[in-house]
T-cell receptor
């Protein structure tokens, strides 16, 4: 069935370091792909999305490119901040629901 | 003005009790969801409703019963609570239009069963 696989965390970085969080998916057809972020004590919120192959989603310095050939949607940021510390979820859009990956915790230290 | 609001935010109760969590959205969305997040942050869909009609009912014990009195509200009632029900329950909504699109989440309701 359709699924999303994320790299396990936690990912621990110093401020201003480069971030990559890997996400690959298995799906029939061409789903939309999403990254959601969950800050401590809060619900999930959409960070960025891409609806078709080769689309690049971007927001708040984060980027992810929909790669059909490698079935991937890796999240990147060139220079992380302490305030980026959160749990990041990759998600796959099925027709009637989102399927989420297991989440990757990011910890950024000053 | 909170878009998706859940009450209560925290719930501590004994095994065997019955409890309810309420959810309301003021976004005018047609579709609402309940997700369960376990202690490892794994997020799994439980139910979805579209305009008061049940669309998704994943393999959830029938002790869990959702109710949607109107398209702006989706409540979750849990009977005979068990230790394994301890989790954070998230309500979400979307303007599906045939594709899920963006989900808007509430802040979650942390349920602890003792």
């Amino acid at each position: 069935g359709d699924s999303v696989t994320q790299m396990e965390g936690p990912v621990t970085l110093s401020e201003e370091a480069f971030l990559t969080i890997n996400c690959t998916y298995t799906a029939t057809g061409y789903p939309s792909l999403f990254w959601y972020v969950q800050y401590p004590g809060e619900g999930l919120q959409l960070l960025l999305k891409a609806t078709k192959a080769d689309d690049k989603g971007s927001n708040k310095g984060f980027e992810a490119t929909y790669r059909k050939e490698t079935t991937s949607f890796h999240l990147e940021k060139g220079s992380v901040q302490v305030s980026d510390s959160a749990v990041y979820f990759c998600a796959l859009d099925m027709a009637d629901k989102l399927i989420f990956g297991t989440g990757t915790r990011l910890q950024v230290f000053p | 003005d909170t878009a998706v609001s859940q009450t209560p935010k925290y719930l501590v109760t004994q095994m065997g009790n019955d409890k309810s969590i309420k959810c309301e959205q003021n976004l005018g969305h047609d579709t609402m969801y309940w997700y369960k997040q376990d202690s490892k942050k794994f997020l799994k869909i439980m139910f979805s409703y579209n305009n008061k009609e049940l669309i998704i009912n994943e393999t959830v014990p029938n002790r869990f019963s959702p109710k949607s009195p109107d398209k702006a509200h989706l409540n979750l009632h849990i009977n005979s609570l068990e230790l394994g029900d301890s989790a954070v329950y998230f309500c979400a909504s979307s303007q599906a239009g045939g594709r899920t699109g963006e989900l808007f989440f509430g802040e979650g309701s942390r349920l602890t069963v003792l």
